[in-house]
């Protein structure tokens, strides 16, 4: 049973359209990652957001922190190809000692 | 500046073989180091962390084991290799443990 949920698990778009990524989970997050990861290379981290409510945004990218702390969005605005690879979320749930939870991920295809 | 080095990038081993992978972190002292382990559609799962020489934390019961022989490096390994320790490898670093995770490059093991 995953902790965290992401979804959708595959996004295939052409250049220029719009799109949400989504992480959920039943428990409250202390802070929550997101990391986006290129084929044969490891995670990188693209934001953190501890306040429920708490919007982020790093250029197209869009980081939504729901006001319970249970979920969060990734929005990307006008997708471009260079904007393809493994979306991953990764959070703090305090039910279990502030452990590190990585969701499945999301990959995401952009088309030119 | 920090950097993490993981070698090698990929590993094809056959079963009942032994097993070795090794993390070096530069640019600082004294880092809480991970190894993680990625299969196809499944997220991130934490093998082992260390938060100093000789100090080694397993997640969960497995094949594997690791090693921390010095500050900056930290080994993952196995006795005997079995088909389902197939996976890419992540080694990762940070300097708190609530902190953001600098990931290396991963290892792509194979065990045929």
């Known amino acids: 049973t995953q902790l965290l949920e992401q979804s959708p698990q595959f996004l295939s778009i052409q250049e220029g359209e719009n799109l949400t990524v989504y992480c959920n989970s039943s428990?409250?997050?202390?802070?929550l990652q997101w990391y986006r990861q290129e084929p044969g290379e490891g995670p990188v981290l693209l934001v953190t957001?501890?306040?429920?409510?708490e919007v982020k945004k790093l250029k197209r990218l869009t980081f939504q922190f729901g006001d319970a702390r249970k979920d969060s969005s990734l929005h990307i605005t006008a997708a471009q190809p260079g904007d393809t690879g493994l979306y991953l979320c990764?959070?703090?749930?305090?039910?279990?000692?502030?452990?590190?939870?990585f969701g499945a991920g999301t990959i995401l295809r952009v088309k030119s | 500046s920090q950097t993490i080095h993981q070698w090698p990038a990929t590993l094809v081993q056959p079963v009942g073989s032994p097993l070795s992978l090794e993390c070096t972190v530069e640019?600082?002292?004294?880092?809480?180091l991970y190894w993680y382990r990625q299969a196809a559609g499944r997220g991130l799962q934490l093998l082992f962390y260390?938060?100093?020489?000789?100090?080694i934390s397993s997640e969960v019961p497995q094949n594997l084991s690791a090693s921390r022989p010095q500050d900056r490096q930290f080994i993952l390994s196995s006795k005997k290799l079995l088909l389902s320790d197939s996976g890419f490898y992540l080694c990762?670093?940070?300097?708190?443990?609530?902190?953001?995770?600098?990931f290396g490059s991963g290892t792509q093991l194979s065990v045929l």
């Open positions: 957001v501890v306040t429920g409510g």
């Open positions: 428990s409250v997050f202390s802070s």
């Open positions: 260390s938060v100093g020489i000789g100090q």
């Open positions: 990762a670093w940070n300097r708190d443990r609530y902190e953001k995770l600098f």
């Open positions: 990764a959070g703090r749930l305090m039910e279990y000692g502030n452990k590190l939870v």
């Open positions: 640019g600082t002292s004294n880092p809480n």
